[in-house]
């Protein structure tokens, strides 16, 4: 089973609060299996539970069983809900 990484975030305004796109923030870093019929594409859900539908993926998977999943610069926004499904055997 492949491990996909993907970055939840939510819209904010932007930073002079003038009229412009919403700039995304990070809310929490998932992890998600594949998708059963696509290995590049992420299972329905996360392995904490959370709908992978409107979140997006990073371009970065561990380099092989037993690695971390997550990039040390992205810790501060792990999602210990996936973190704890990954540990446990």
Do not use: N, Y
């Amino acid at each position: 089973m492949a491990i996909l990484v993907l970055r939840e975030t939510t819209g904010t305004v932007s930073d002079d609060l003038g009229p412009g796109d919403a700039v995304p923030e990070t809310v929490k870093v998932h992890a998600a299996p594949t998708g059963p019929d696509a290995s590049e594409d992420p299972d329905d859900r996360t392995f904490c539970g959370m709908p992978t539908l409107d979140m997006e993926r990073l371009d970065c998977q561990p380099p092989g069983p037993g690695a971390p999943w997550l990039p040390p610069d992205m810790r501060p926004w792990e999602c210990t809900g996936c973190a704890d499904a990954l540990r446990t055997p």
